[in-house]
């Protein structure tokens, strides 16, 4: 098994012969997509989809139903790979998977919200949960949840509280492109004040780095 964190909100989940890559958006390298079997794309924003990204590779694509209209009006190449999935919907992308949630996290009242789907993947005895843009809780234990840390639609507070709520032993930062190295070393120091004292584990790695 292996969990890789790469790039924002992408994170690369290797179990057996299975390779499942989550949302290689655009400050993804297209490298984390080589050899994978199945891509999961939370929603339409850039940080989380890019289509050239999509054509570094011939898996299929499970998404929402907006991306795949977004997909077929602007990379209409990639429609045939697209798999449109629902809220609570299970599949198998190699490994099983179970969709969460149908919306984005408010950014601005005044904003449409986008849909969103997160995604609990199960790799043998250890589930994981990546919630894409929202604080949507998964329903069910996972042992490892994938937590965003900055977002123009995120307060610090907010994701301290998700997380003690999901109560995963352990979380892996993702979605941590919005603040400067200074900002996310305060952040870190109150995720691991906050997450420690439930007896959680924090983790913020650098992109390309495996979980231990």
């Not at 352990?170 to 200074?182: E, F, K, P, Q």
Request: net charge negative; charged share 25%.
């Amino acid at each position: 098994m292996r969990i890789t964190k790469l790039g924002h909100a992408c994170v690369r989940l290797e179990h057996d012969d299975s390779v499942v890559v989550i949302d290689p958006g655009v400050f993804t390298d297209r490298a984390a997509l080589d050899g994978a079997g199945a891509v999961l794309i939370t929603h339409e924003h850039p940080d989380h989809y890019d289509a050239d990204n999509l054509r570094a590779s011939a898996a299929p694509i499970w998404t929402v139903a907006d991306v795949a209209e977004l997909i077929a009006r602007d990379a209409p190449d990639l429609r045939e790979r697209v798999r449109v999935v629902g809220p609570d919907q299970e599949f198998d992308g190699g490994v099983p998977v179970r969709a969460v949630g149908e919306q984005h996290a408010v950014i601005h009242p005044e904003l449409p919200r986008v849909h969103n789907s997160g995604y609990v993947l199960r790799l043998g005895d250890l589930s994981v949960y990546h919630p894409g843009d929202a604080l949507t809780l998964p329903e069910e234990d996972v042992d490892l949840l994938c937590l965003p840390v900055s977002a123009p639609w995120l307060k610090v507070s907010e994701a301290i509280d998700f997380a003690r709520s999901v109560g995963a032993p352990r979380n892996l930062a993702i979605h941590d492109r919005v603040y400067s190295d200074a900002g996310l070393g305060i952040v870190d120091g109150h995720f691991d004040r906050f997450l420690s004292a439930a007896g959680q584990d924090y983790t913020r790695l650098k992109d390309g780095s495996d979980l231990d």
